[in-house]
């Protein structure tokens, strides 16, 4: 079973990133009504454009939770710009495995929270 | 008679693997697996008895209007219908539900009217009933449940009053595997000239059923959860009223005349089957009930009780697992359980690793989850095909999941 690495079992236990930020510039909860998971992401952006932090609270099975805690690391400090355009293969990557059809909405949660938190933000000139 | 013992090798499925181990199949309360004989019934009709039904004049569609009209009248001795024009075909169990919502329902229900529903409900019986009441300003009431999850029947007796049109209530739960007490339920009604429809999609495959002596008004299923094709829905309804209700769907074959302006329509079943069916499933949907037939409900009932039985002491016996449903309610068949610190996709998931397919999520009744206050269940459901060993495949599965999330049995 590679999905359930050391890594991701490592992050679902203790989730980096976990929390609230007290001033977000972008928010977004995502739910997955299949299966009841739930993110919610808080992001704060900086002048350059830039992730300047990142917090997440939410519920639900190893894939989503552990996929958000590894996407709050990789985003910390990546452009608005290289933020939306990120991908299913993305998390992928960092989950270190090809994620199953069935479980591609677990995996993805977070990201689709990360994307849709900062689509506003990314149109702005 | 077929025996259970060996029945496993009669389904072409289980000779495949699943991530390098045999497939162990607890996935039956979703959809069950086919014999060889319903598929060969389904290629047999194709490569021999292929054409369009009722108008055709030459043999081909004749043979293939025996075969679909054979089904029906099988169905109708299957559940005990008064006669096979009680038999009422449709894609699914959720479809033939619409049906009753969309011209029963049109007919007759209007503003402060009540429709009751148990908050056992798949979305299948709840969600045509919701939008019925919102466009007929109608009211929708839930039976709810005991603490012991079955239906709170005391509760329900409030709830009916002369404003009661229709009480719409499963005759299993698919989450819970309950099984209330439909004829009571029925008879309660019925004193208050309140109509009963059931979702029988999880009993009909799994134990006796006979409409007439439940004396319910309409009983809908699926083919697919009794060994059957998917594509293929019933629709029962007691004659004089199917015969009251206006068509369905409109078009094709349901019509007797056409004029340019008007049209007549059929009597009942088949105004209410309009288009081409889905012919072939409908005639290999026969070989299903026979197979069913030649094991015998009242083993598979009994076969299902056992295996639940043990599926839920292996269950109870890890401090860790939660089982949703106690062994003295009247839960059979289907064994929803939660794993403390595991979601129930992870659970799927670790179980699929080692060829045991189970079901986790929702199940269709999102509603009955918020009730219970978990966010998802896991599920096992048996059927027929289903032995000791699968349950021990299962086990198998836990020790898994407790391994690799680091938890102490």
């Excluded at chain 1, 910390?76 to 293969?89: F, I, N, P, R, W």
């Excluded at chain 2, 009751?116 to 449940?145: G, R, T």
Aim: charge should be negative.
């Amino acid at each position: 079973m590679d999905i359930y690495s050391e890594t991701l079992l490592d992050h679902y236990n203790h989730p980096h990133h976990a929390g609230t930020l007290k001033r977000p510039d972008a928010r977004s909860v995502k739910h997955n009504p299949l299966c009841g998971d739930t993110v919610s992401v808080d992001i704060a952006v900086t002048k350059q454009r830039t992730i300047g932090d990142i917090a997440f609270t939410g519920m639900g099975c190893a894939l989503s939770q552990a996929g958000m805690s590894l996407l709050s690391d990789h985003s910390m400090g990546k452009t608005l710009d290289e933020c939306v355009k990120m991908t299913s293969d993305t998390m992928d990557s960092l989950l270190g495995a090809r994620v199953s059809p069935g479980r591609r909405s677990c995996a993805d949660l977070g990201l689709t929270a990360v994307k849709d938190a900062l689509i506003d933000l990314h149109q702005l000139p | 008679m077929k025996r259970l013992d060996d029945i496993k090798k009669e389904f072409p499925i289980f000779e495949r693997t699943i991530n390098g181990k045999p497939l162990v199949y607890l996935d039956n309360a979703s959809t069950t697996q086919k014999p060889r004989g319903v598929i060969s019934a389904l290629s047999d009709f194709y490569s021999l008895h292929n054409a369009n039904i009722h108008r055709g004049i030459h043999a081909l569609s004749e043979e293939a209007t025996e075969r679909y009209e054979q089904t029906r009248k099988t169905v109708a001795r299957f559940i005990n219908a008064e006669v096979p024009e009680e038999i009422v075909f449709t894609r699914n169990c959720t479809e033939s539900i619409n049906l009753v919502a969309r011209t029963w329902g049109e007919m007759h229900i209007g503003r402060g009217d009540e429709i009751i529903v148990s908050a056992l409900e798949h979305h299948a019986n709840l969600v045509p009933w919701q939008v019925l009441c919102m466009q007929k300003k109608a009211k929708l009431l839930v039976i709810p449940l005991t603490s012991e999850h079955e239906l709170d029947m005391a509760a329900y007796e409030k709830l009916l009053s002369k404003k009661t049109r229709m009480v719409c209530v499963t005759a299993q739960s698919n989450v819970l595997g309950v099984c209330p007490d439909l004829k009571d339920l029925i008879k309660k009604a019925h004193a208050r000239k309140a109509l009963v429809l059931v979702d029988g999609a999880q009993s009909v495959g799994h134990r006796r059923t006979n409409v007439q002596a439940l004396d319910c008004d309409f009983f809908a299923f699926s083919a697919h959860k009794m060994l059957g094709p998917t594509g293929v829905g019933v629709l029962f309804g007691k004659y004089e009223l199917l015969e009251d209700m206006p068509p369905f769907l409109v078009g094709g074959d349901m019509v007797t005349t056409v004029e340019q302006y008007r049209s007549f329509y059929r009597e009942v079943p088949w105004r209410f089957e309009a288009g081409t069916p889905n012919i072939a499933d409908v005639a290999a949907f026969r070989s299903a009930i026979e197979f069913l037939d030649e094991v015998g409900l009242d083993s598979i009932e009994a076969h299902d009780r056992e295996l639940w039985q043990a599926a839920f002491t292996m269950l109870a016996a890890n401090p860790r697992v939660r089982v949703l449903v106690s062994d003295a309610c009247s839960a059979t068949s289907v064994l929803p359980f939660v794993i403390e610190g595991v979601h129930p996709h992870d659970i799927a998931t670790i179980f699929d690793s080692e060829g045991v397919a189970i079901r986790s999520g929702l199940h269709c009744a999102e509603p009955l989850h918020r009730r219970l206050c978990v966010p998802a269940t896991a599920r096992m459901s048996f059927y027929l095909y289903n032995t000791f060993q699968d349950i021990e495949m299962a086990e198998k599965a836990l020790k898994k999941i407790f391994k690799i999330f680091s938890l102490t049995p």
